[in-house]
């Protein structure tokens, strides 16, 4: 009977600390501040990027559904340009800038917009391009009840086809990715302003 108490306290405690876990992110995000985390897994880790945008999700989606547009608002992308549609997915070719001694990437993607009450996602996939692997996406969901701020979760998972260290690419993603979360505070902000 001890053992079986001295459990019950024991799960008890670990539901209870893992609470917190929950409320510090909430709390980081609501503050402003960006989460980026690495799951290892398969040939290529699945890079994740949280943070909150101050503005309702439809005004984030008009920037971040419109691949076109990327070249100006997202950071190194030197060329974006929506192609012709193939069915319902949207196709879209970025050139990507990259430090020396890399060429720049070059890529077509085939994504999924998907937009229902409460969520506004971009769905990606390599179609061809200077990749092995380039897949992720962009989910928007309210932040707070009145929807006046979002929540924008950036999943990436990317293997270059030439010959960089997969940790090497691991880092610069990680680095790269709040600031393409503060690009798009930027542009949605500017979006905002009085003309």
């Known amino acids: 009977m001890r053992r079986?108490?001295?459990?019950?306290?024991?799960?008890?405690?670990?539901?209870?600390?893992?609470?917190?876990?929950?409320?510090?992110?909430?709390?980081?995000?609501g503050k402003g501040e960006v989460v980026v985390d690495v799951e290892p897994g398969g040939a290529v880790p699945l890079v994740t990027m949280q943070g909150v945008v101050d503005a309702p999700p439809e005004v984030v989606w008009d920037v971040v559904s419109h691949c076109g547009l990327y070249r100006g608002r997202l950071p190194r992308v030197a060329e974006s340009e929506e192609l012709p549609p193939d069915?319902?997915?949207?196709?879209?070719?970025t050139?990507?800038?990259?430090?020396?001694?890399?060429?720049?990437?070059?890529?077509?993607?085939?994504?999924?917009?998907?937009?229902?009450?409460?969520v506004w996602k971009r769905e990606w996939a390599l179609e061809s391009g200077d990749y092995i692997t380039n897949e992720g996406s962009w989910t928007l969901t309210p932040f707070d009840a009145a929807a006046t701020r979002t929540l924008v979760v950036y999943r990436l998972r990317a293997q270059v086809n030439m010959s960089v260290p997969l940790i090497m690419q691991e880092i610069a993603e990680k680095q790269a990715l709040p600031e393409t979360l503060a690009a798009v505070r930027r542009v949605v902000a500017g979006l905002a302003k009085p003309r």
């Open 95 to 118: 050139v990507v800038e990259t430090p020396w001694p890399w060429k720049p990437l070059t890529s077509i993607t085939r994504a999924l917009h998907t937009v229902r009450p409460g």
């Open 4 to 29: 079986l108490l001295q459990a019950s306290i024991l799960l008890a405690s670990l539901a209870a600390a893992a609470v917190p876990a929950a409320d510090d992110l909430h709390g980081k995000l």
């Open 87 to 93: 069915g319902d997915h949207v196709r879209c070719r």
